[in-house]
């Protein structure tokens, strides 16, 4: 984006029209609209005096911040064995701890548990991908095969064992707030 380009959009933004940047800012609409077309280039001076009248300066304005990352591919993933290699955790969206909710893939081994997780606020969500689990949630227990889903508010402690001694079981789990 230019810079006139980038000062349109922080003005429309910030809902003024010409005239009223003109009139902030000391400066003629007739400039400010050559500014705006890249027809013109303010000084230094007055690109922060635009920039103030805007509510920002030279360092916020010409920053490019990273774009939020959408699409996560195989190579973004990491992945952590647990327990003797009993289970595995693949944090398949990373740095997940800062946003609202985090998902994981956890693959258990025949016959494994998952760690045991304390109670906490917030909710709990997961689907079986492959084999079966048994949902432990306090003192009660919940089977969940291939295609099923559980959800759950985790104020007990809650752990996944594999149901079967032969099979692995696959698990799509996502919990918000995240607290793998």
């Not at 003024?16 to 890249?38: N, P």
């Not at 095969?145 to 559980?150: D, H, L, N, P, V």
């Amino acid at each position: 984006m230019t810079i006139g380009a980038k000062i349109r959009s922080l003005r429309v933004q910030n809902g003024l029209t010409l005239e009223e940047l003109a009139a902030r800012s000391e400066l003629t609409k007739g400039f400010l609209s050559q500014v705006e077309r890249d027809l013109s280039s303010p000084s230094i001076a007055t690109l922060i005096d635009i920039l103030e009248c805007l509510g920002t300066d030279l360092a916020h304005f010409f920053s490019e911040g990273q774009e939020e990352k959408i699409v996560f591919r195989q190579e973004d993933v990491f992945v952590q064995e647990e327990k003797n290699g009993s289970y595995t955790i693949e944090w398949i969206v990373p740095n997940a701890q800062k946003n609202e909710m985090e998902p994981i893939m956890i693959t258990l081994k025949p016959g494994a548990e998952s760690e045991r997780y304390c109670p906490h606020s917030g909710e709990e969500f997961g689907y079986v991908l492959n084999g079966s689990v048994v949902l432990h949630l306090g003192n009660k227990k919940y089977r969940c095969k291939k295609g099923e889903a559980f959800s759950f508010k985790p104020e007990t402690e809650h752990y996944l064992a594999n149901a079967s001694k032969q099979k692995e079981a696959k698990i799509l789990w996502i919990s918000n707030p995240p607290s793998f």
